[in-house]
């Protein structure tokens, strides 16, 4: 476990180095200058000098990258130009929002999925199967910023329970989760379809086993063997595509943020872009891809702990 | 075997289903491309949010233009996109796919660890990072969605094409001395075209949801362009007034995608039978 341990983070900090130069690659050096992108094509080529003076722009491509990285490190990721305040603060506020906001939405599809998956794989080729497939299908094919609509047309515009959109803080915590669940839900559908899927041909799998047999043989109950030995041997890959299912689930929130005026990282990141706010951005997509790579890493180590097979490979 | 059995269409319910919703998707691109009810720029303000009528089947909206010319002509962006998005997927993706496949060793190792990297950013992100820098517009939505397709296709084709060479014809051919271009011409490709397929329906259904998703938010189809996520985007601001604004382009967008995956699970079924018990 050590050896497979040591080799899974060696690869982890190689991917973050790999993902922080193809971003700083993209960001700065395909568009030519930052500081002429965020004042647009009016601005006087003074201007343009002193902006990029200011921001530590005009260095050479590996000292900018050094800055940037060196910064991030001790948490200082450098000034935004449109707000004008250093830009660890803005994303730290934003993330206050997104990240329950992801968890609520993959709770969601964890809860549902894996309940619906094990239903379905249970009742498989009979019309509950048929019913939970159905709507998986419809689930993955429904947009989620359209839902999110739907969800503000009949909660917010014709039932008037809750608020159409925008997060009141979170100093008043219960209003706050309030402002989440529709988002939550909105985002949380697809991903739960999909689990649904995956959950459903993990269990028929693993129920095809022998080691099921055996456990009946034993006098285990129908139920007790599907929750007790099927689901668990059913969850490494439900847990690499939910771990995968994450960068989509982020990619999601960004649009359903919008649909709720909802002040997290994706609207954070629409704004920047609206404001040729370039340094945002980088950082925010950087930000992004240090979740879900890290996240994808945590998987790999859980999934490795649940199943010994897997540790074999690294040996 | 029965007579019933054997002759039991392949495939069944989604197949024929998926095929439908497709066929109507393509069939309202080529009809807009003829004709329309009515222009679908055209604004007639006097007539704005009106509902639905035997003038205007689905109303106008609040410019006055007719809804629904608007969604024929969007389904026409929807193809565009998917189409190229997927071709650009699929023509770097087996590409790459075959050059892992064939050489092994830290080639195959370094470009699976790459697709595995561009896995991270879907196709949105991807998006957002190019119109950041590049301005909004359909064809960086088209590229980025392109990129995101590559590395599934390269995968795939990895993995389907492993299975082949390690087969007993893949290896005379090798054995007769054929170069790894004939091999995969003659062998792989062949092969493996159910596979890609049926993955090439899945990421045009993803690919559509992904231009949706950018026009919504002002990254992709820019005006006069019609999209049907930028409908939607123009049905949220009169949500209060006009809520069934926000249900036709929202139930265009979901029957497509339906109809793409009903399409690919049917494919997959009646191309390959051994997958048929897993799925």
């Not at chain 1, 041997?233 to 994450?246: R, S």
């Not at chain 2, 069934?244 to 079924?269: T, W």
Request: hydrophobic fraction near 55%; proline fraction near 6%; glycine fraction near 8%.
């Amino acid at each position: 476990m050590l050896l497979y341990l040591g080799q899974r983070i060696a690869l982890f900090v190689a991917t973050l180095i790999f993902a922080s130069l193809v971003v700083f690659a993209v960001m700065q050096i395909l568009p030519g200058d930052a500081a002429e992108t965020m004042l647009g094509p009016t601005a006087t080529p003074e201007a343009v000098a002193a902006l990029s003076h200011k921001l530590g722009l005009d260095l050479p491509a590996p000292i900018r990258y050094a800055h940037w990285i060196g910064g991030a490190l001790h948490g200082d990721l450098g000034l935004s130009y449109a707000y004008g305040s250093p830009i660890a603060p803005l994303i730290a506020s934003s993330l206050a929002v997104s990240a329950p906001l992801s968890l609520m939405a993959m709770a969601l599809a964890a809860v549902v999925g894996l309940a619906a998956g094990v239903y379905a794989a249970d009742r498989r080729g009979r019309a509950g199967d048929a019913i939970v497939m159905g709507f998986s299908q419809v689930g993955i094919a429904v947009p989620n910023f359209w839902l999110a609509i739907l969800l503000v047309l009949v909660f917010a515009v014709t039932l008037r329970l809750v608020p159409a959109g925008g997060f009141p803080g979170w100093h008043d915590p219960a209003r706050a989760i309030g402002a989440l669940i529709l988002p939550a839900i909105a985002l949380g559908v697809v991903q739960a379809a999909i689990v649904t899927r995956v959950t459903r041909s993990a269990v028929i799998e693993a129920l095809n086993e022998d080691f099921m047999r055996t456990a009946r043989a034993k006098g285990v109950s129908r139920r007790a063997a599907l929750w007790r030995h099927a689901l668990p041997n059913a969850l490494t890959p439900i847990l690499t595509i939910m771990g995968l299912q994450f960068a989509n689930l982020i990619a999601g929130a960004i649009v359903v943020e919008n649909v709720f005026v909802l002040p997290g990282l994706g609207r954070l990141m629409l704004q920047s872009i609206s404001n040729r706010d370039t340094l945002v951005v980088e950082n925010g997509v950087m930000l992004l891809a240090v979740i879900v790579i890290g996240l994808n890493f945590v998987v790999d180590i859980a999934c490795a702990a649940i199943d010994p097979r897997l540790r074999a490979s690294a040996a | 075997m029965t007579v019933s059995a054997r002759f039991r269409p392949r495939g069944g319910v989604s197949l024929w289903l998926g095929a439908t919703l497709v066929a109507v998707l393509i069939a309202a691109a080529v009809v807009s491309l003829i004709w329309t009810p009515y222009p679908p720029s055209a604004i007639d303000i006097p007539h704005k949010l009106a509902p639905p009528s035997h003038a205007h089947w689905f109303g106008t909206d609040n410019l006055g233009r007719d809804v629904a010319s608007q969604i024929l002509v969007g389904s026409r962006i929807s193809i565009l996109v998917g189409v190229i998005a997927v071709g650009i997927g699929l023509a770097f993706g087996i590409v790459l796919g075959l050059i892992a496949a064939f050489s092994k060793g830290l080639v195959e190792d370094a470009l699976m660890k790459l697709s595995d990297f561009v896995f991270a950013f879907p196709a949105l992100l991807l998006a957002i990072m190019l119109t950041s820098t590049f301005g909004p517009g359909v064809v960086n939505a088209i590229i980025a969605i392109g990129v995101y397709n590559v590395p599934i296709i390269a995968k795939l084709t990895r993995a389907t094409a492993n299975g082949v060479l390690s087969r007993e014809y893949a290896l005379a051919a090798r054995a007769a001395g054929r170069g790894p271009v004939a091999i995969a011409i003659d062998h792989v490709l062949p092969n493996i075209a159910p596979a890609l397929i049926v993955q090439a329906t899945i990421q045009f259904a993803i690919a559509i949801l992904a231009e949706a998703a950018l026009s919504y938010l002002g990254l992709g189809a820019q005006p006069p362009e019609t999209s049907w996520g930028k409908m939607l985007a123009d049905a949220q601001n009169v949500l209060y007034n006009a809520p069934r604004l926000a249900l036709y382009p929202g139930i265009a967008i979901a029957l497509s995608v339906l109809g793409l995956n009903l399409l690919g699970d049917g494919l997959r079924d009646a191309l390959d039978p051994k997958l048929k018990a897993r799925s």
